[in-house]
């Protein structure tokens, strides 16, 4: 099992910057790579950006690219969500997920993942 703790999540204005931290541990050895998704009230889960640990190789949201940043500590065990120029249409609820065997691509379908945070508010006001 790999267990996943999300932070950083806080009400900020328009045009703010916040960055996500997500720690993962436990059998991390088979997890190779990490993504945020987020979900916003009434809406469907999308996948925002993501990371191979063990590669330098990431994924983004078309929307999103340029905004948001996706990068890992020396480890990979941890991951960060660096968010710039936030937007009220980017309040949700940013999930961490991981997956558990070797990966070639970063998986942009929640389905690819077998491990899930429980999630962090991210709220941004006008």
């Known amino acids: 099992q790999v267990r996943l703790v999300e932070s950083g999540g806080r009400l900020v204005q328009a045009g703010e910057s916040l960055r996500l931290s997500c720690a993962a541990s436990g059998r991390t050895w088979k997890n190779d790579a990490m993504a945020w998704f987020r979900q916003a009230a009434g809406q469907e889960r999308e996948f925002v950006a993501g990371i191979l640990r063990r590669a330098d190789s990431t994924e983004y949201a078309d929307s999103l690219k340029g905004r948001f940043s996706i990068s890992k500590n020396w480890d990979g065990n941890t991951v960060y969500l660096q968010m710039n120029n936030l937007e009220p249409e980017d309040t949700a609820v940013y999930y961490c997920?991981?997956?558990?065997?070797?990966?070639?691509?970063?998986?942009?379908?929640?389905?690819?993942?077998?491990?899930w945070g429980q999630g962090t508010q991210v709220t941004v006001s006008s």
């Open positions: 997920a991981a997956n558990n065997k070797v990966s070639l691509r970063v998986p942009i379908a929640g389905s690819g993942y077998e491990y």
